[in-house]
């Protein structure tokens, strides 16, 4: 793709190349896999174009297909049918090759390393316009839109617990349901196991983590909470299952079932 190529998505401005990507590739090591999924991400730098360059700086070996300025102003970085560098080492529901089966945005933003601010209402309407168009053209299921830290838990927070998921979910872009209050009771943490905790991991298995069922509340499991926390619950982003986000975790577990098998 040059810069004169005609963006995929008529929501973006202008095509701004680069070199990092790839081919898509089947779970057979085949070419030719379509994105079924949508990951979102924040830049975590505090200089916009500074983060635009490094994504397309051949050193850096990361890209993804769209950047999205604080202002709203929207480049592609990478044809659509072709695989980013944008998701790292990660896993969703069976899936480990993320870059191979999704569409990456990156959103401009310092992220925690700068305080987290809140995200622009330009940059929000811009993103939200450019995911539903991905969305729309690729199939994309809504439980099949989710956070950076969703697939990569403890190694990434982004985008972060600010990141508006209700509002998107209402505009018809990813899977929502409203958090159960949060109240006192009982709650698991790290160091506890037995067979509550594997029911946990169990239902964590099911939504799509890559958690493993072994009945111990460890610091993987902990970092599963909290991206869950940031995604589904964030008004608490502790690591910690208490009623609250095992109650909201029950019935967002629910509500996937039923439109998979809808």
């Known amino acids: 793709m040059t810069d004169t190529a005609k963006p995929d998505s008529r929501f973006a401005a202008k095509v701004f190349p680069s070199p990092n990507h790839g081919e898509r590739k089947r779970s057979d090591g085949t070419p030719g896999r379509r994105p079924d999924m949508l990951i979102l991400h924040y830049t975590g730098m505090p200089v916009a174009g500074e983060a635009l360059q490094w994504l397309c700086n051949p050193i850096s070996q990361v890209s993804s297909h769209y950047f999205v300025f604080e202002n709203g102003h929207t480049l592609q970085l990478?044809?659509?049918g072709r695989r980013a560098w944008h998701?790292?080492?990660?896993?969703?529901?069976g899936e480990t090759d993320i870059n191979s089966c999704s569409i990456g945005i990156e959103i401009a933003?310092?992220?925690?390393?700068g305080g987290?601010?809140?995200f622009p209402e330009e940059q929000i309407a811009a993103t939200l316009n450019l995911?539903?168009?991905?969305c729309e053209r690729w199939s994309i299921p809504p439980?099949?839109?989710l956070a950076h830290s969703d697939i990569a838990p403890g190694r990434k927070i982004d985008p972060g617990e600010k990141f508006p998921w209700r509002h998107f979910a209402e505009a018809g872009v990813g899977l929502?349901?409203?958090?159960?209050?949060?109240?006192?009771?009982?709650?698991?943490?790290r160091g506890d196991a037995g067979q509550p905790v594997e029911a946990l991991q169990a239902m964590f298995a099911m939504l799509g983590y890559g958690v493993a069922v072994d009945g111990i509340y460890d610091d993987k499991l902990e970092a599963v909470v909290a991206a869950f926390q940031r995604h589904?619950?964030?008004q608490t982003v502790d690591g910690v299952a208490d009623s609250s986000t095992i109650t909201t975790l029950r019935d967002l577990v629910a509500t996937t079932q039923a439109s998979r098998t809808a």
């Open 78 to 80: 990478v044809p659509e």
């Open 176 to 189: 929502w349901i409203e958090p159960a209050p949060i109240r006192g009771g009982r709650y698991f943490a």
């Open 232 to 234: 589904w619950r964030p």
């Open 87 to 93: 998701a790292g080492a990660s896993h969703w529901a």
């Open 109 to 113: 933003n310092p992220g925690h390393p």
């Open 131 to 134: 995911c539903r168009d991905i």
């Open 116 to 118: 987290l601010p809140d």
């Open 143 to 145: 439980e099949r839109v």
